[in-house]
């Protein structure tokens, strides 16, 4: 391996072992210090470990112990959207980026496996942003012509999908609502549903920064006689 390899293939391994590290969730958890401890010794060895061929092993401990210490779904994503993000101009690189990738992609399905959706759009957003990454990577496989990950990966898509897909025929679906003015999700809550202590569910449906300020429309679940409801106009 050239200088110039090495050099760029580090660069990119340095950028996701970072990222890894910057995962936002609990660190008072008992698996916050392994995670630091994995990231730290994969940025300390990271030039010797690429140089000697043994990456693999130091990158899949920083990926195990994210996902032991709770990281969600979406900073899964995130990873990836990093390490595809790194210049891949020697082989070096493109094998820790595929490996980053391939990494990511399998501790988000395993994230989603535990996640509890709110809603059906939620599971319909997670399902388009997994759909692309795996056909990415179920393409590169068959390309490369590595059969056992080829199906691994197949097989592993076809349960992601099978589980969202069931999971979200259980959910109520979300209606919009338009209201005349904006209201606090206290007052919503106890128009829309009767029930003022469901204005957690309404604040948590719409992301929005406060409960006290919630959008003019908003998404929320159906009333039981209506599909759609127009309130104030």
């Given at each position: 391996m050239t200088r110039a390899e090495l050099s760029e293939a580090v660069a990119a391994w340095e950028a996701i072992v970072a990222a890894v590290?910057?995962?936002?969730f609990?660190?008072?958890?008992?698996?916050a210090p392994e995670l630091r401890r994995a990231c730290a010794a994969a940025l300390a060895g990271g030039r010797a470990a690429i140089a000697a061929g043994g990456a693999g092993a130091v990158l899949v401990a920083c990926f195990e112990a994210a996902r032991m210490a709770g990281?969600?779904?979406t900073f899964f994503s995130r990873?990836?959207?990093?390490?595809?993000?790194?210049a891949q101009a020697h082989a070096a690189t493109q094998v820790i980026v595929s490996l980053a990738v391939r990494l990511a992609l399998a501790a988000e399905a395993q994230a989603l496996a535990e996640?509890?959706?709110a809603s059906r759009d939620d599971v319909d957003a997670a399902l388009s942003r997994l759909r692309p990454a795996f056909e990415s990577v179920i393409d590169a496989t068959m390309a490369a012509r590595e059969s056992e990950a080829h199906k691994a990966f197949?097989?592993?898509y076809a349960a992601v999908v099978s589980d969202l897909t069931a999971r979200a025929r259980r959910m109520p679906r979300v209606v919009v609502y338009r209201m005349g003015l904006s209201l606090p999700a206290l007052a919503l809550a106890n128009r829309l549903y009767g029930d003022a202590g469901r204005s957690g569910e309404l604040a948590a449906e719409n992301k929005v920064v406060?409960?006290?300020?919630?959008?003019?429309?908003?998404?929320?679940k159906p009333q039981l006689k209506c599909v759609i409801y127009f309130l104030g106009n």
């Amino acid at each position: 391996m050239t200088r110039a390899e090495l050099s760029e293939a580090v660069a990119a391994w340095e950028a996701i072992v970072a990222a890894v590290a910057e995962a936002s969730f609990d660190r008072s958890s008992t698996a916050a210090p392994e995670l630091r401890r994995a990231c730290a010794a994969a940025l300390a060895g990271g030039r010797a470990a690429i140089a000697a061929g043994g990456a693999g092993a130091v990158l899949v401990a920083c990926f195990e112990a994210a996902r032991m210490a709770g990281a969600p779904a979406t900073f899964f994503s995130r990873i990836r959207a990093v390490a595809e993000g790194q210049a891949q101009a020697h082989a070096a690189t493109q094998v820790i980026v595929s490996l980053a990738v391939r990494l990511a992609l399998a501790a988000e399905a395993q994230a989603l496996a535990e996640t509890t959706f709110a809603s059906r759009d939620d599971v319909d957003a997670a399902l388009s942003r997994l759909r692309p990454a795996f056909e990415s990577v179920i393409d590169a496989t068959m390309a490369a012509r590595e059969s056992e990950a080829h199906k691994a990966f197949g097989q592993l898509y076809a349960a992601v999908v099978s589980d969202l897909t069931a999971r979200a025929r259980r959910m109520p679906r979300v209606v919009v609502y338009r209201m005349g003015l904006s209201l606090p999700a206290l007052a919503l809550a106890n128009r829309l549903y009767g029930d003022a202590g469901r204005s957690g569910e309404l604040a948590a449906e719409n992301k929005v920064v406060h409960p006290l300020f919630m959008p003019v429309q908003l998404y929320g679940k159906p009333q039981l006689k209506c599909v759609i409801y127009f309130l104030g106009n």
